[in-house]
C-alpha cells in the first residue's frame, strides 16, 4: 500500500497557478500509479502580518477547487480555521485539514468530523505526539471515522522549530496514519520581518528522515516559483521537484 501523498501550494493565488500546480501533479499520479492529494487553502487566516495575503475567501476559493477537482481528477485537501467553515468545505474537500495552532479548539475539530470527510490534524507547535490523543478523542466523539495526525516541529527558541521523529511514532500508537508535514517543519515563525522564512534546503531530508521513523504521509507544499510565492515561499519547493521526491520515498 501506498503512503498518503499530499502537495499543492500554500494558498490560492489565482486559478492559472492552481492548473498549473493540478497538472504536474496529476500526470506524476498516473505515471507512478498513485494518488497524490492536492492542498491549497482559501484563506491563510494566521499569517504574520496583517498586510500578508489571506486568499480569495472561502466561496471563491471552494469553486475554485471544485473546478480542480473536476477538471484534474483529484482528491482535495483545505484547511478551515472557523466551524463554521467546515459544511461548506465538506461538499468540495476530501480532506478537512485543522491547522497546528487550532488542533485543540472542540467546536473546530467537531463541525469537521461531523462532515463524514478525512480530518486531518496538524500537531501544535507546543504539543507533544501523546498530547495528539485529546483532539483525536474529540473528533472521534463527534463522529470521525478516518482521522489522520501531521508532525509539523516544535518551537524550539525564538523564530526556529524542531522536529523529534519520536512523535511519528507516539501518534502511530493513536492512529494508523501519520503523515510529515516536509516543508512547514523547516519554517522560521516571523523571522522574515513579516513573514515567515525558512530552509526548504532541508526538505528532501525531512522527508526521509520521516521515512525512517515509520510515516506513513508526506506533505509538500509545491509552486511554479516559490521566490515569487504569496506564502510562505522560503519552505515550498519547486513543483518540477516533487516527483523525485515521490520516487525516493516509493522506494
Known amino acids: 500500500m501506498h503512503p498518503v501523498f499530499i502537495a499543492g501550494p500554500c494558498v490560492i493565488e489565482s486559478a492559472e497557478l492552481l492548473s498549473e500546480v493540478a497538472k504536474v501533479i496529476k500526470d506524476i499520479n498516473t505515471r507512478l500509479g498513485i494518488d497524490i492529494i492536492f492542498k491549497a487553502s482559501f484563506d491563510k ?3 504574520t502580518s496583517i498586510k500578508s495575503f489571506r486568499g480569495p475567501g472561502l466561496e471563491k476559493g471552494l469553486q475554485m ?3 480542480v477537482k ?3 481528477g483529484l482528491r482535495i485537501l483545505t484547511d478551515i480555521h472557523e466551524s463554521w467553515q467546515a459544511e461548506a468545505a465538506g461538499e468540495v ?4 485539514q485543522i491547522p ?13 468530523a461531523k462532515t463524514g470527510r478525512i ?3 496538524k500537531k501544535a507547535q507546543f504539543l507533544s505526539g501523546t498530547d495528539m490523543r485529546y483532539p483525536v478523542e474529540k473528533a472521534r466523539d463527534a463522529g470521525a471515522k478516518d482521522i489522520w495526525l ?18 511519528i511514532d507516539d501518534m502511530k500508537h493513536i492512529v494508523p496514519t501519520v503523515i510529515m508535514d516536509c516543508t512547514h517543519s523547516v519554517q522560521r515563525p516571523g523571522a522574515g520581518n513579516g513573514t515567515t522564512s525558512g530552509d526548504r ?6 522527508a526521509m528522515a520521516a521515512k525512517a521513523f515509520g510515516a506513513t504521509g508526506y506533505f509538500f507544499e509545491v509552486h511554479p516559483s516559490p521566490d515569487n510565492a504569496l506564502s510562505d515561499g522560503p519552505n515550498m519547493l519547486n513543483v518540477d521537484k516533487l516527483e523525485n521526491i515521490v520516487k525516493e520515498l516509493l522506494k
Open 45 to 47: 487566516a494566521n499569517r
Open 201 to 206: 534546503k532541508f526538505v528532501p531530508a525531512m
Open 119 to 121: 480530518v486531518n490534524i
Open 70 to 72: 473536476s477538471s484534474y
Open 93 to 96: 474537500a476530501d480532506v478537512i
Open 150 to 167: 501531521t508532525e509539523r516541529g516544535n518551537i524550539y527558541g525564538y523564530n526556529n522549530l524542531v522536529v523529534d521523529f519520536r512523535n
Open 100 to 112: 497546528a495552532f487550532l488542533c485543540r479548539q472542540t467546536d473546530l475539530l467537531t463541525a469537521a
Open 65 to 67: 477547487l471544485s473546478d
